[in-house]
């Protein structure tokens, strides 16, 4: 059995024994006891609400409801998940909320430098990787006309910031290939597009990875 898990499940089986145990020494033993077995066994009653207390206590300090994280949170339990339990699928989730909260729609993504605004992007700018991450990912993953035309028709400037992005994600070798691709192969799409549909599964797991790496940076 996990430890972890099990946990609630052995605090709260101690706290009713010792409850249990308390009740049985006040009721049954303690009228019938003498003064010097009485002031034993109310030392001993007094030990298991002890324990008792604590056990309450610290089943609440485990079982509390933490500040939510933006990627953690389940809002169905009202607390975090385990990161070992975040997956792409939860992550994309929470990035396509994202993406409404800092444009209109994705084309404005690739149309204004939403990658170089400090404000929407959080503490150390630590969503900026991010939705470099995502722009692309939904490249592949729509795969729309409308998406692929805004990309190829960014502006310099969002697309070096896009690059300065997927770099302050830990990227190098791709960012290379991106620039690369994109400075001489805008004439012919198609080389663009198998580049990125053919890292889609890449992008996944980087995202996933940079978000553990800084889990502590989304609340």
Same mark, same amino acid.
């Given at each position: ?69 933006? $990627? ?6 009202? &607390?975090?998940? +385990?990161?070992?339990?975040?997956? =792409?699928? %939860?992550? !994309? ?84 290939? $991106? ?6 192969? &805008?004439?012919? +799409?198609?080389?663009?597009?198998? =580049?990125? %549909?053919? !890292? ?20």
């Amino acid at each position: 059995m996990n430890l972890k898990k099990s946990i609630p499940v052995i605090v709260s089986s101690v706290g009713v024994l010792s409850l249990i145990g308390a009740i049985l020494i006040f009721v049954l033993a303690v009228p019938n006891a003498n003064a010097a077995y009485k002031q034993v066994l109310e030392v001993i009653l007094a030990c298991l609400m002890l324990l008792l207390a604590a056990c309450a206590g610290y089943y609440m300090f485990i079982t509390r409801d933490v500040d939510p994280n933006f $990627f953690l949170f389940d809002r169905a339990k009202k &607390r975090n998940i +385990p990161v070992e339990n975040l997956t =792409f699928t %939860i992550v !994309n989730e929470r990035m396509t909320f994202f993406l409404t909260m800092v444009c209109e729609s994705v084309e404005q993504l690739w149309q204004e430098n939403v990658l170089e605004s400090d404000r929407k992007l959080g503490y150390r700018r630590v969503y900026r990787p991010l939705l470099a991450y995502k722009m692309i990912y939904d490249l592949a993953d729509k795969n729309l006309d409308s998406y692929w035309d805004a990309m190829l028709n960014a502006a310099p400037d969002v697309l070096n910031s896009l690059y300065s992005a997927l770099a302050q994600g830990g990227e190098q070798e791709m960012v290379k290939a $991106f620039r690369y691709i994109m400075e001489n192969y &805008r004439e012919n +799409p198609s080389k663009i597009k198998d =580049f990125i %549909i053919g !890292n889609q599964k890449y992008i996944r797991g980087r995202m996933l990875g940079y978000i553990k790496r800084n889990i502590e940076l989304f609340y």
